[in-house]
């Protein structure tokens, strides 16, 4: 299983991903580790399908659930329209999920 966060220099947000992203995986029973990728420039937002920093995919597949059906690529804040509100990070059930369903 492969996991990333995707980000760009200057986002607030990632720094406290990581180990929360690392904590959900060994509560999930996973074994791995988490990849970074620093996305550099507006043409390879587009070329990733970059929606804003911090992005999480688990085998190329971004947790956000809505992802499939946006397009506005960039590099840019990412925030995530959650039940409790909007937050910079997912969610945490998110991420369970997309590390579950990747490992069944």
């Known amino acids: 299983m492969t996991v990333e966060i995707l980000y760009f220099d200057g986002c607030p947000n990632h ?24 996305i550099e420039s507006h043409e390879q937002a587009v070329r990733e399908g970059f929606l804003g920093s911090p992005t999480v995919r688990v085998d190329g597949r971004d947790v956000d659930p809505t992802s499939s059906a946006r397009d506005d690529f960039g590099l840019k804040c990412r925030l995530y329209e959650t039940d409790q509100g909007l937050r910079g990070v997912p969610p945490d059930e998110w991420i369970v999920a997309a590390i579950t369903g990747a490992s069944a």
């Open 15 to 38: 720094d406290e991903l990581l180990p929360r992203l690392r904590e959900l995986l060994v509560r999930s029973g996973v074994d791995g580790d988490v990849g970074l990728r620093r």
